[in-house]
């Protein structure tokens, strides 16, 4: 193998940046760590970090924190889960005033949340790619190798408590089998309210100096009982020093690093401003929606968070690709692999790689509008759902008359979500007693229509299907007013049972029939013309960086753990040092300068518990560790495994790590663990919450039930 720094190299254009990497814990450059920074990283200390790692399945990462399965993350991770709560108990606003579980008998079940842990990771790629025949086109070797995957999903997966994938790593160069401890009883313990989770709104987004409390606790219960973890993060009493060596464990969504230039531009010039456009739709709906009052506000709050969030991160993105210097540092890392590859003696199996890749995104940029309106997908970098027709209640839907085909196939050739090793999540989601708002998704399905109308025009097999020959706004009131997809019951029923889904004229699953031929199609040309083909030769261009270089770097992010490294530190933004901390000190004098007015006005417990804090006590700050989208609610640890922070933004100069990382400005946010034990003793009177995670004490809750609320 050649040396890390060889191969960094190559990546980078010459240039190795040592706190690059989100790299995987079976892949973790120790021996970088150690001469950078002095410290050994040893088997127990990756294992301990790992296995007191969270997964957030809805998109976000956590960590226990405490030996009665207290979990850590962001409020904005957990916003969805204490939305739906507050709404659930209908006279409270737990993103307005916050939530505090005084006992256990407090705690609140979230409906329709799964927590991760990774139990092992195991390559299988010979496994993988042993499918592969000669002869064999690039949308055969895709189907087998996904049949073979299925397989090696159902044979991990063997009890209900086990969640198994196997993830592509490298492009389709390596692939891993995750086995996951999988927890569905996630309680609500405590929340801070939103305006101090989430101080200085949408115009401190991604900026620095930043004042927010973005964190909120669950606690994960078996069989009635809190959970007791083997593994759990010890609490540092210190916090975060300036300087000091930093990891952080969590699940990044997406890079594209190793994408090729083909891809880039594909993103540049079609996907992101297609993105844009319609995030752009949806915050339009939801700030009107908000007009209505009443609980409208409510309701569009939290999916209005998640978007104003996704077109600030995709601005960055798109301005990241439009950057003549970072551009100039990926062509010129293309230009230097091609000539390595082309120096190889095996070189003839590499020819065409990037034409093919070309061709394919081409291909693709061809059909990309009616796939996004036909399938759901995941905007990946923000992990929000974009929902092709606005509506939850299409997605439940779609889900229920898919499964009437999926499950009587083998489970070898189902789709994803309806293999056995994901089918137990997949109903689970559907069958969330979470609330359904009838007024918002009438609004943003009649929003959903009108744009699919302008974009495809009115001649397109998918608009005529849609629209059924009425206007958006009759469509989509006739429809969402009559459906009974709201309702868990009915959806349970129509799932179990075959005959009364073949004869419903519920008109949501009559409008998901009629779409879905177009929306199988458009998917399987997507696999066939555009995945597989992707996948192959990037599968064959990361086999030609093993060889120049050895399996030595990181893969692209994949929503899957990774442990990145770096130290806490500040940087220089036009010629002027930008500081690594902040304090309290400076949150009360933000406020002020503001008149305490919105987004910088403080929540009345804080301003009533200032003459109590120490206001020197350091609130955020800024770290080199290479983090994206899904890193949100990672914890912060320092060389003794503790918890120093946790993660919950970048600055506005990270959004380019989609693509490079570069660390002269790049920085990961965060909140210290000082802040959060000195707000929960003097702003929130939850001593005993901060005595549990400094173990102090025996717990955040008083012992008075382990029942379900």
Request: hydrophobic share 35%; proline share 4%; aromatic share 10%.
């Amino acid at each position: 193998m050649k040396s890390l720094a060889i191969c960094i190299s190559l990546l980078v254009g010459g240039v190795a940046m040592a706190d690059e990497g989100m790299w995987t814990y079976n892949g973790f450059p120790r021996a970088l760590v150690k001469d950078r920074y002095g410290f050994e990283i040893t088997d127990g200390w990756l294992d301990h970090v790992r296995l007191s790692s969270v997964r957030f399945n809805s998109g976000g990462s956590a960590s226990f924190v405490s030996s009665r399965g207290l979990v850590m993350t962001n409020h904005h991770v957990g916003a969805d889960c204490i939305n739906k709560l507050g709404t659930a108990r209908k006279d409270h606003d737990y993103i307005k005033d916050g939530f505090y579980a005084r006992s256990s008998a407090d705690e609140i079940k979230c409906p329709d949340l799964e927590l991760n842990v990774v139990l092992s990771i195991d390559d299988v790629t010979k496994d993988v790619k042993s499918v592969e025949k000669p002869g064999m086109d690039e949308a055969a070797i895709n189907v087998a190798q996904k049949s073979k995957m299925a397989q090696l999903e159902k044979a991990c997966a063997t009890a209900k408590d086990l969640r198994c994938e196997v993830v592509t790593l490298y492009q389709g160069g390596v692939f891993n089998l995750y086995k996951y401890k999988k927890y569905t009883d996630v309680r609500l313990a405590f929340a801070p309210e939103g305006q101090i989770a989430f101080f200085g709104g949408d115009p401190d987004n991604f900026m620095f100096p930043r004042y927010d409390l973005d964190v909120a606790f669950f606690r994960v219960y078996e069989n009635g009982q809190a959970v007791h973890p083997t593994d759990y993060l010890k609490w540092s009493a210190a916090g975060a020093k300036e300087g000091e060596l930093v990891f952080t464990s969590g699940n990044p969504g997406n890079t594209e690093r190793l994408d090729t230039l083909s891809q880039l531009d594909m993103m540049r010039s079609t996907s992101y401003p297609n993105l844009l456009k319609e995030f752009r739709r949806i915050q339009k709906t939801l700030r009107d929606y908000q007009k209505r009052g009443g609980d409208a506000e409510r309701q569009a709050h939290t999916p209005l968070f998640y978007v104003e969030n996704s077109i600030k991160a995709l601005t960055g993105y798109l301005g990241g690709l439009n950057d003549k210097t970072l551009m100039e540092i990926k062509k010129s890392q293309e230009m230097r692999l091609k000539a390595q590859v082309a120096s190889l003696k095996d070189k003839d199996r590499y020819i065409g790689i990037w034409s093919a890749i070309d061709a394919a995104e081409h291909k693709y940029a061809s059909f990309y509008k009616r796939y996004i309106f036909a399938e759901p997908r995941t905007f990946r970098h923000a992990m929000t759902l974009l929902n092709p027709l606005g509506s939850t209640m299409f997605g439940y839907a779609r889900t229920i008359v898919r499964a009437l085909d999926e499950k009587a196939k083998p489970n070898d050739n189902r789709l994803p979500e309806f293999r056995d090793s994901s089918l137990a999540s997949t109903e689970q989601s559907l069958f969330s007693a979470a609330p359904v708002y009838p007024a918002l998704e009438e609004a943003l399905m009649a929003s959903a229509l009108e744009r699919l109308k302008v974009e495809l025009g009115d001649d397109d097999t998918l608009t005529r299907l849609a629209l059924d020959g009425k206007s958006p706004q009759q469509r989509a009131h006739e429809i969402i007013t009559t459906t009974q997809l709201a309702d868990p019951a009915a959806r349970r029923k129509l799932y179990s049972d075959p005959a009364a889904l073949k004869s419903s004229t519920d008109p949501m699953i009559m409008f998901a029939r009629a779409l879905d031929p177009e929306a199988r199609a458009l998917r399987k040309r997507y696999e066939d013309e555009v995945e597989s083909v992707v996948k192959k030769n990037l599968g064959l261009l990361a086999r030609a960086q093993f060889e120049t270089a050895g399996l030595t770097h990181y893969p692209d992010a994949t929503f899957t753990l990774r442990l990145s490294f770096g130290k806490v530190a500040g940087y220089k933004e036009a010629g002027k040092n930008v500081p690594a901390m902040t304090d309290f000190a400076g949150l009360y004098a933000r406020a002020d300068k503001a008149n305490n007015q919105s987004p910088w006005d403080l929540p009345p417990k804080w301003v009533t518990a200032k003459s109590k804090l120490n206001l020197k006590t350091p609130m955020d700050f800024e770290s080199t560790n290479d983090i994206i989208g899904g890193n949100s609610g990672s914890p912060v640890v320092n060389r003794a495994g503790e918890v120093v922070g946790l993660i919950f933004d970048g600055n506005i100069y990270s959004l380019a790590n989609n693509f490079v990382y570069r660390d002269t400005q790049d920085r990961a946010t965060s909140v210290t663990s000082v802040a959060l034990t000195e707000a929960l003793r003097k702003v929130y009177d939850a001593a005993p919450l901060a005595d549990e995670l400094s173990g102090q004490g025996a717990g955040g809750t008083t012992e008075k039930s382990h029942a379900t609320p």
